[in-house]
């Protein structure tokens, strides 16, 4: 059973960084696109980043060059660096995992409960 765990949200001020991490398990994070959504209240769902069963990248144009998504295949664990960061970025993260070797739009079947990330100003 696929079972995926965020941690790392947090409430910081503008400019800041963290750097949210996520355990899967019953998965092979390396086989298979992988990623983080975020979604705030009001606001239709974003995706983030994305990485392939390569290790290539996909970002959204709003966190270019301020977020990088990574994984510890050892750890099984899912990364995503946040810096620079700006209100706009307050969301709720998910971390999430496909059934595809290339990334999709949106068909990610498993979903982690969430983690909140707040931005003041």
């Known amino acids: 059973q696929v079972h995926l765990m965020e941690s790392g949200g947090d409430s910081v001020q503008t400019g800041g960084s963290l750097r949210l991490s996520c355990v899967v398990s019953?998965?092979?994070?390396?086989?298979?696109?992988t990623g983080w959504f975020r979604q705030a209240p009001g606001k239709e769902r974003e995706r983030v980043a994305t990485?392939?069963?390569?290790?290539?990248?996909t970002y959204a144009d709003s966190v270019k060059g301020r977020f990088t998504i990574s994984r510890d295949n050892a750890k099984n664990t899912l990364y995503l660096q946040m810096n620079s960061l700006k209100p706009e970025d307050t969301s709720m993260y998910y971390c999430?995992?496909?059934?595809?070797?290339?990334?999709?739009?949106?068909?990610?079947?498993?979903w982690g409960q969430g983690t909140q990330v707040t931005v003041s100003s």
């Open positions: 999430v995992a496909s059934l595809w070797v290339g990334c999709p739009r949106d068909d990610y079947p498993y």
């Open positions: 019953g998965y092979t994070l390396s086989s298979y696109c």
């Open positions: 990485i392939n069963r390569s290790g290539s990248t």
